[in-house]
């Protein structure tokens, strides 16, 4: 079975930093493409990053760039998101993602499954 | 940025009725757009995917349509499992991609 579990979350001032991982088992994680999106409280869910397989390709969304970084270790199953100069509005469930394949063909855009999440919250 | 619209956001109705959802981008997607549902304190779940393929172990009270602009997800009959939260999303731009404000459906 598929299994992501994220973990570090906490509560952090603003200008902190937090260092999310997410491990995953059940697959050949190095094989496929992981995303981190994330959920405000209350609120819908905004795409954060994306990482190809082997990690050369990366890519974040407007809102984080420059102060995010995602990165992976293949050889221990494990996907990271190292969040700087953290800001009030990245208070949120981070939830990592696996791209979504189905009958053999693996789809970049979408993604399933998604692990339980973990919360970051950002105040002084 | 790509804008989706979803509508209603509550939809009120009674387990064996029929549910619409809709999404509306604010400028072609193509068929690049999913559906995914959310319980409460749960990780969304992948429904559709390009418009209208049902994801793996999907039910098939569940499809999907419409391209360019419009899309819709439809619940043939409701289940007391599918009161949820619904998500459009879209990866025109891929890697970046925007997700809807999502449709709630509760019970009437």
């Known amino acids: 079975e598929v299994q992501l579990v994220e973990s570090g979350g906490g509560s952090v001032q603003p200008g902190g930093s937090l260092r999310l991982s997410c491990a995953a088992s059940?697959?050949?994680?190095?094989?496929?493409?992981m995303n981190w999106v994330r959920q405000a409280p209350g609120k819908g869910l905004e795409w954060v990053s994306y990482?190809?397989?082997?990690?050369?390709?990366?890519y974040y969304a407007d809102s984080v760039m420059g102060r995010f970084t995602i990165s992976r270790d293949n050889a221990k199953n494990s996907l990271f998101l190292q969040m700087n100069s953290l800001r009030a509005e990245d208070t949120a469930v981070y939830y990592c993602a696996k791209q979504y394949c189905s009958g053999g063909i693996c789809y970049g855009a979408w993604f399933d499954p998604w692990g339980q999440g973990t919360l970051v919250t950002v105040s002084s | 940025e790509i804008v989706l619209t979803q509508s209603p956001a509550t939809l009120s109705l009674s387990p064996g009725e029929r549910a619409t959802l809709s999404c509306r981008a604010s400028q072609s997607v193509r068929s690049y757009l999913a559906w995914y549902q959310q319980k409460p304190g749960q990780a969304p779940r992948l429904l559709i995917y390009?418009?209208?393929n049902r994801a793996t172990g999907i039910p098939a009270r569940f499809s999907g349509s419409g391209s360019g602009t419009d899309f819709t997800l439809t619940i043939s009959s409701l289940e007391p499992e599918d009161f949820a939260v619904y998500y459009c999303?879209?990866?025109?731009?891929?890697?970046?991609?925007?997700f809807g404000q999502g449709t709630k459906v509760e019970i009437k």
């Open positions: 059940g697959f050949t994680f190095s094989s496929f493409e």
């Open positions: 390009n418009a209208s």
């Open positions: 990482i190809s397989s082997s990690g050369s390709t990366i």
């Open positions: 999303q879209q990866r025109n731009n891929w890697p970046r991609g925007t």
